[in-house]
């Protein structure tokens, strides 16, 4: 059963059953407190001899897939669309309990996020209407998947699910009844899902949903929320806490409000194929949105200060490799410095969470802030930093890159 938070009275789901690449069958899902031990592609899935080992101690965990997506029509035929059927075994059949097709779904989106996250929707037995704005990205994309289906290589089974590439949002609107949405600024949402003639707004309609998973500002939540009410649609924004590997590996953290009837209708069938929990925060638009600044601004500000702590241990010629086990074996322990300052340490910064997103999210924070009269005089700081390392072209590189805003900088004596 779900639990409920008795301060907030925000609905937590912890599903259990998940579509990583490597399914463990009848393996349960371990706990969040088990899945913290487990933050990398290298080691996550654990084999099924340490899951046995370790009891489920707080959760009673809900088995994902056990309420199939309801009042789904059967999509229509794209116009000019790319249609990739995968290749299927006699055995194969789609997750769910009843062993029957799970119904389509549309992700616009395929970036960073949008492409594990719809991979998971596969791999559940969903079928899948996808639009990227590169045509190419969402063709390859949806070969990707259809191969990997025929070699049966990572141990799963998606039934008898087929990806389609469509030509527009409008399209993918046109098709399904379930729309998720993954996509990078507030000028891109607008764009896609509003415009007249391709928009997504512009197929929906009664039983159909809009599934907004990017980190916007809450007025362009709002908007999003207006508009596809006016068409009689339901609106459910979604943004998630995690990166691309959990992203992979289906244990993101969705944070909800909005129409409850929506939540409703995806939290089994979509929410826990791609994440490890869910909040349902309540229906007025946008709490959702400001938990998640919430979230990434105090993400921010922990960023910063361990690039300057780092900095400082170089500065003074100090061993940052022995900085980061001191770091883990005391009370500062967490993921995210375990991860991401041996980025630091070797300069690699490969993004999985993009410089120029943190900084966007710290700037949509100061100005929440500054909406709620609410002094934020860290982020500020944290983000006039991220400003510098975009400036010097840090922007696409992993948020773990903003220490070289830091690196070998004196600071200069006053006059």
């Excluded at 929410?271 to 007025?284: H, I, P, Q, T």
């Amino acid at each position: 059963m779900p639990r409920m938070c008795s301060e907030s009275g925000a609905l937590f789901r912890a599903p259990t059953a998940f579509a990583t690449p490597c399914a463990l069958n009848s393996v349960q899902r371990p706990s969040r407190q088990l899945r913290s031990k487990v933050t990398d592609d290298s080691n996550w899935p654990p084999q099924k001899a340490w899951v046995s080992a370790h009891r489920l101690p707080r959760f009673s965990w809900r088995r994902r897939f056990e309420r199939p997506l309801a009042g789904t029509q059967s999509p229509r035929t794209l116009h000019n669309s790319l249609e990739l059927t995968a290749c299927m075994h006699g055995e194969a059949s789609a997750p769910d309990r009843k062993g029957a097709t799970m119904s389509a779904v549309g992700f616009i989106g395929l970036g960073i996020m949008g492409s594990g996250m719809a991979r998971n929707l596969f791999r559940a037995g969903h079928s899948l209407y996808v639009w990227n704005r590169t045509r190419s990205a969402a063709e390859a994309f949806a070969k990707e998947l259809v191969n990997e289906q025929c070699g049966e290589s990572k141990g799963y089974s998606s039934g008898n699910a087929q990806v389609h590439v469509a030509d527009s949002p409008r399209s993918v609107a046109g098709a399904c009844n379930v729309i998720y949405s993954m996509l990078s600024t507030p000028e891109a949402a607008l764009s896609v899902h509003l415009d007249a003639e391709r928009g997504t707004v512009q197929e929906l309609g009664p039983q159909k949903m809009l599934i907004e998973c990017s980190t916007l500002d809450v007025s362009t939540m709002e908007r999003l929320s207006e508009a596809v009410h006016q068409r009689g649609a339901l609106f459910l924004e979604a943004p998630v806490s995690g990166s691309k590997v959990p992203a992979q590996t289906g244990t993101l953290i969705f944070l909800c409000s909005g129409d409850r009837a929506a939540y409703d209708r995806v939290a089994s069938s979509g929410l826990d194929v791609m994440g490890k929990a869910s909040f349902f925060l309540g229906e007025r638009c946008g709490v959702g949105t400001k938990m998640k600044i919430v979230v990434n601004m105090i993400m921010g500000s922990m960023m910063v200060a361990l690039a300057e702590g780092a900095s400082l241990a170089e500065s003074c010629g100090l061993s940052t490799e022995t900085l980061n086990e001191i770091l883990g074996l005391g009370a500062m322990n967490s993921p995210l410095f375990s991860m991401k300052l041996p980025n630091m340490i070797s300069s690699q910064y490969e993004a999985h969470f993009p410089l120029k997103h943190q900084q966007k999210d710290l700037r949509f924070a100061i100005s929440l802030g500054d909406e709620m009269e609410q002094w934020l005089p860290l982020s500020a700081i944290a983000n006039e930093v991220f400003k510098a390392a975009q400036a010097s072209g840090f922007g696409d590189y992993d948020f773990s890159a903003v220490v070289e805003a830091l690196r070998n900088k004196k600071r200069r004596p006053s006059n």
